[in-house]
């Protein structure tokens, strides 16, 4: 999978319309924004993630002797067309928000400034990428503050989507903010911390509960989680279990992490009692791990309890995104640069007011409230205009102008948030390691206010437009003849 040559990773009409802009105009410098519309799971905030692999696609874009024989055997496209891509690769300029930091709808985290054709091709690539991994990105961190600072681990990848879903998913796990992965190919690749216990199986293919766990402990003594819910969790297998922790403690081995898991029943219940039974043997110390179908809104509900839960493994319903499976975000043209090199804004109009798009070549600037460092607001403008945070800032709602916020000179800083990765086809960029993206994710996280972090009916965080901005849109809106 590592060596996959991803050029053909495309949909037909990026092909056939690349050769009708070959064969009708030409090959004129256009943007594309990538931007979505709603956060997942109807949450306050998204995590951005997967720029590294749309780095490799872009850096490996070219089509192989073989690409353009499979093409040529389509019967779709012209021997001139087959000789151009032939030559392919990659010029144009392409600038995006960092992975790990927290993003908004209706904001560009990818701008595309390239040659038609070559924005067109590597529209479909990009979105599969930054569309799955911001989604499993942005569960992972819910589920994360559901955690309330207990460590998640991922658990998800033999219910992934396919082995790519499952690694990729695992490396987004823990930009979200998961400590650690079951996947062991991701545990390599990234280099990040693989974890994991061990299955009913190893109990069953035992004589009994306490010979398995006697036999783990021996040859895990500092990793030692016992899977107590087999054959009975509180009868057999929280009692095995401190047998075997007891017989540690007189061997003189003291482990650097064990306790118990659970992985079916009253989980809040359950954990509640083993807690008792494990402090009350004088193993106050030991974990409690969960599992089983655990989410964001189960994992509330425990803490809500008051389950005895100190670590959680997290499958299913974090890897596939389960009650929320796509991210939804799109790729739309905004500018057309014309003879003097000036970029003529361009707009999408539709009956949905929601997909109506943001023209021009545009940037964003991320605006935080001086005090606290949280973030008040992200404006989107166009390239080139410029603020001053000593000066007054007037803020509207781009849907409803009346909606007005003034933040006074001072109180304010801004930061432009749109970086450059890629200029005339060479990469200006050099992505952090897995753990590093992990890093600036929680301190990005703690940018934003409790209320937009919370699970249920989150703050909003608000995206305007400048004045210059919105005056264009409208403009361009009503210069639409019916």
Same mark, same amino acid.
Request: hydrophobic residues 40%.
């Given at each position: 999978?590592?060596?996959?040559?991803?050029?053909?990773?495309?949909?037909?009409?990026?092909?056939?319309?690349?050769?009708?802009?070959?064969?009708?105009?030409?090959?004129?410098?256009?943007?594309?924004?990538?931007?979505?519309?709603?956060?997942?799971?109807?949450?306050?905030?998204?995590?951005?993630?997967?720029?590294?692999?749309?780095?490799?696609?872009?850096?490996?874009?070219?089509?192989?002797?073989?690409?353009?024989?499979?093409?040529? /055997?389509?019967?779709?496209?012209?021997?001139?067309?087959?000789?151009?891509?032939?030559?392919?690769?990659?010029?144009?300029?392409?600038?995006?928000?960092?992975? $790990?930091?927290?993003?908004?709808?209706?904001?560009?985290?990818?701008?595309?400034?390239?040659?038609?054709?070559?924005?067109?091709?590597?529209?479909?690539?990009?979105?599969?990428?930054?569309?799955?991994?911001?989604?499993?990105?942005?569960?992972?961190?819910?589920?994360?503050?559901?955690?309330?600072?207990? /460590?998640?681990?991922?658990? $998800?990848?033999? #219910?992934?989507?396919?082995?790519?879903?499952?690694?990729?998913?695992?490396?987004?796990?823990?930009?979200?903010?998961?400590?650690?992965?079951?996947?062991?190919?991701?545990?390599?690749?990234?280099?990040?911390?693989?974890?994991?216990?061990?299955?009913?199986?190893?109990?069953?293919?035992?004589?009994?509960?306490?010979?398995?766990?006697?036999?783990?402990?021996?040859?895990?003594?500092?990793?030692?989680?016992?899977?107590?819910?087999?054959?009975?969790?509180?009868?057999?297998?929280?009692?095995?279990?401190?047998?075997?922790?007891?017989?540690? #403690?007189?061997?003189?081995?003291?482990?650097?992490?064990? $306790?118990?898991?659970?992985?079916?029943?009253?989980?809040?219940?359950?954990?509640?009692?083993?807690?008792?039974?494990?402090?009350?043997?004088?193993?106050?110390?030991?974990?409690?791990?969960?599992?089983?179908?655990?989410?964001?809104?189960?994992?509330?509900?425990?803490?809500?309890? $008051?389950?005895?839960?100190?670590?959680?493994?997290?499958?299913?319903?974090?890897?596939?995104?389960?009650?929320?499976?796509?991210?939804?975000?799109?790729?739309?043209?905004?500018?057309?640069?014309?003879?003097?090199?000036?970029?003529?804004?361009?707009?999408?109009?539709?009956?949905?007011?929601?997909?109506?798009?943001?023209?021009?070549?545009?940037?964003?600037?991320?605006?935080?409230?001086?005090?606290?460092?949280?973030?008040?607001?992200?404006?989107?403008?166009?390239?080139?205009?410029?603020?001053?945070?000593?000066?007054?800032?007037?803020?509207?709602?781009?849907?409803?102008?009346?909606?007005?916020?003034?933040?006074?000179?001072?109180?304010?800083?801004?930061?432009?948030?749109?970086?450059?990765?890629?200029?005339?086809?060479?990469?200006?960029?050099?992505?952090?390691?897995?753990?590093?993206?992990?890093?600036?994710?929680?301190?990005?996280?703690?940018?934003?206010?409790?209320?937009?972090?919370?699970?249920?009916?989150?703050?909003?965080?608000?995206?305007?437009?400048?004045?210059?901005?919105?005056?264009?849109?409208?403009?361009?809106?009503?210069?639409?003849?019916?």
């Amino acid at each position: 999978m590592r060596a996959q040559n991803l050029t053909l990773l495309t949909d037909l009409y990026e092909l056939t319309m690349m050769q009708g802009y070959f064969e009708t105009q030409e090959n004129e410098t256009v943007i594309f924004d990538m931007f979505f519309r709603e956060n997942p799971n109807k949450g306050g905030y998204s995590v951005m993630a997967g720029l590294e692999q749309v780095i490799d696609y872009i850096k490996n874009l070219n089509f192989s002797y073989e690409d353009v024989d499979y093409l040529r /055997g389509l019967g779709l496209f012209s021997e001139d067309f087959l000789h151009y891509l032939s030559g392919f690769h990659f010029s144009g300029d392409i600038y995006a928000i960092p992975e $790990g930091s927290v993003i908004f709808p209706r904001e560009p985290i990818i701008k595309v400034i390239a040659p038609i054709m070559e924005a067109q091709l590597v529209e479909t690539a990009i979105l599969t990428i930054i569309n799955h991994q911001c989604l499993i990105a942005t569960k992972a961190s819910r589920v994360v503050h559901a955690a309330q600072g207990n /460590g998640v681990m991922e658990f $998800g990848l033999r #219910r992934a989507q396919g082995p790519d879903a499952g690694l990729y998913g695992a490396r987004a796990a823990i930009i979200g903010g998961c400590i650690g992965t079951s996947n062991v190919l991701a545990g390599e690749m990234f280099d990040v911390p693989v974890l994991g216990t061990h299955a009913h199986s190893w109990i069953m293919s035992f004589k009994d509960e306490y010979t398995a766990f006697k036999e783990y402990a021996r040859l895990y003594p500092d990793a030692c989680t016992l899977l107590v819910d087999t054959y009975d969790t509180l009868k057999s297998g929280v009692p095995n279990a401190i047998r075997v922790f007891k017989e540690m #403690r007189e061997a003189g081995i003291h482990p650097k992490n064990y $306790g118990i898991r659970l992985d079916s029943g009253d989980l809040a219940y359950l954990s509640k009692k083993a807690r008792k039974m494990l402090d009350d043997a004088g193993f106050t110390d030991a974990v409690i791990a969960a599992s089983n179908d655990l989410d964001e809104f189960l994992i509330n509900d425990l803490k809500i309890q $008051g389950a005895a839960i100190t670590s959680w493994g997290v499958g299913t319903n974090l890897i596939t995104s389960k009650d929320c499976p796509s991210f939804g975000g799109v790729y739309k043209l905004a500018a057309i640069q014309n003879d003097q090199g000036e970029f003529v804004p361009k707009i999408k109009i539709s009956e949905n007011v929601e997909k109506i798009t943001n023209p021009g070549n545009k940037t964003i600037y991320r605006i935080y409230d001086k005090e606290t460092g949280k973030i008040r607001a992200d404006l989107i403008c166009f390239v080139g205009e410029k603020y001053d945070p000593s000066q007054d800032l007037l803020l509207f709602d781009p849907n409803a102008t009346w909606k007005k916020t003034r933040l006074a000179g001072g109180s304010y800083t801004m930061k432009e948030i749109l970086k450059p990765v890629f200029i005339r086809g060479e990469c200006k960029y050099q992505s952090p390691s897995v753990r590093e993206i992990a890093e600036y994710c929680r301190q990005e996280k703690e940018t934003l206010w409790d209320e937009t972090k919370r699970l249920f009916n989150p703050h909003k965080v608000y995206v305007d437009l400048s004045r210059k901005l919105y005056d264009t849109k409208t403009a361009l809106l009503n210069s639409v003849e019916v």
